[in-house]
């Protein structure tokens, strides 16, 4: 076997690795590179991007942006496998933009093609020496895998972006042990080490958090992503402990009802089910489809029984706050370094939606480095490679102490043996 880092030894966004066994190249991930970070443009890769792909395939782990989002330039004859419900909240999101953004309109045409699988279920693609397993992990995306890979009598675990401090994460020894056992080598991402200021505080606590605050407070605003499902959920059971009607607008209902109908096996937990009310879904204005409809029995009810409302940077969502009655309280639900000027991700039209009077409660999709310490005990691997990760000679640093962490540059590759 053969391994190969394209792209995401010094990154963190549009991570590319190859796999490669008798003339087979398995591919993981072919997204973006993030945005307002520097480019170094298209990666062009021969059996992925272009020429002959017969004996090629791609896994994607979940479904942000920088994983998946550059797969409209592939060859349509070229697999693509990755999980059900992971592909049908990109259909969700690709629809909703497809008016607006081309490349979402080709991602819907390109999903009717991909392949998925099923969870802890070993499965191998024609001609290909790679079996396969898709492990269920915790991440800021629903529905997200790392791989068990195996060939060569070498087998590899390429973990895709994950933590153990959300409300799933909490399972993961039993799953390593039941699925995965001791590795040779770990393909892993290690996004923190370069922002060891990243809240890992548990899910549940933030949950309780949020609770409290939305009890406090009669009119509570969240920005969050969309896609951050764990998040979407745990604000609206949150939202109904605390008695307050939970609204959100059409896409952000129909990504939840995706989740709630899906029958993954983490809707078996009541987080990921409706309580005594469904979330809202705020009405928009036939007459003006760049605003909500807003009427005077909305906002009395608004004001007279308090509410949590998920929003998003958008002047459609910034009229409709401007119309709410009474005081409001803004959250910032997200990484904080969108709302920072100078850096690279800096939004600012969510720092202009935000405002300078808002509060910051969040905690981060990617595992910490105590953590991934207690991860990498669990699977005792013979060798660490860092993606996904702005600085990999600190992660060597943080862990060359107990394991040989293998620091690559883009275009590298190792051929490891059992």
């Known amino acids: 076997m053969n391994i190969k880092i394209h792209r995401g030894t010094h990154q963190i966004g549009g991570c590319v690795t190859e796999y490669e066994c008798d003339g087979f190249h398995l591919f993981v991930d072919y997204g973006e590179e993030l945005p307002g970070g520097p480019k170094k443009g298209d990666l062009q890769v021969e059996g992925l991007t272009y020429g002959d792909v017969q004996n090629s395939a791609l896994l994607i782990t979940h479904y942000h942006g920088d994983h998946i989002g550059n797969i ?26 497809k ?22 279920e070993e499965f191998s693609i024609p001609n290909s020496p790679f079996t396969i397993m898709p492990v269920t992990v915790d991440h800021s995306a629903f529905d997200a895998y790392a791989f068990k890979i195996v060939a060569d009598g070498v087998l590899v675990y390429h973990t895709g972006d994950f933590r153990l401090h959300g409300f799933r994460g909490g399972n993961t020894a039993d799953v390593l042990q039941k699925y ?22 548990a899910e549940y606590n933030l949950q309780r958090d949020f609770e409290t605050l939305f009890k406090e407070n009669k009119g509570c605003i969240v920005y969050l992503s969309s896609t951050n499902i764990d998040r979407l959920f745990s604000l609206y059971h949150a939202a109904q ?6 609204y959100v607008d059409e896409y952000q209902k129909e990504v939840m009802d995706t989740v709630v109908n899906s029958g993954s096996i983490w809707t078996r937990s009541e987080l990921f089910q409706y309580g005594q009310y469904e979330p809202v879904p705020l009405i928009n204005n036939k007459f003006d489809k760049n605003n909500f409809f807003v009427y005077d029995s909305f906002k009395k009810a608004l004001d007279e029984h308090g509410y949590v409302l998920i929003a998003r940077a958008s002047p459609r969502f910034d009229k409709l706050i401007d119309q709410i009655p ?5 959250i910032l639900s997200m990484w904080n370094g969108y709302v920072k000027e100078g850096t690279d991700a800096y939004n600012a039209n969510l720092a202009k939606s935000l405002d300078e ?54 275009g590298d590759s190792i051929s490891p043996k059992k």
């Open 72 to 97: 409209i330039k592939l060859p349509k004859e070229l697999p693509i496998y990755m999980g059900k419900v992971g592909r049908d909240i990109q259909k969700v999101l690709s629809n909703h933009l």
């Open 99 to 120: 008016n607006k953004i081309k490349a979402h309109k080709l991602m819907l045409e390109r999903l009717e093609s991909v392949k998925t699988f099923t969870e802890h």
């Open 180 to 201: 995965v056992g001791e590795v040779d080598y770990v393909v892993c991402e290690a996004t923190n080490v370069s922002r060891p200021e990243a809240a890992s505080k």
């Open 241 to 246: 402990r605390a008695h307050r009607a939970f």
């Open 326 to 330: 009474g005081e409001k309280k803004k």
């Open 357 to 410: 009077d808002f509060d910051y409660m969040h905690t981060s999709g990617h595992i910490d480095m105590a953590d991934l310490r207690e991860f990498f005990r669990l699977l005792r691997p013979k060798g660490i490679i860092p993606i996904h990760t702005e600085k990999p000679e600190a992660f060597a640093k943080v862990f060359g102490d107990e394991w040989p962490v293998i620091v690559l540059n883009d």
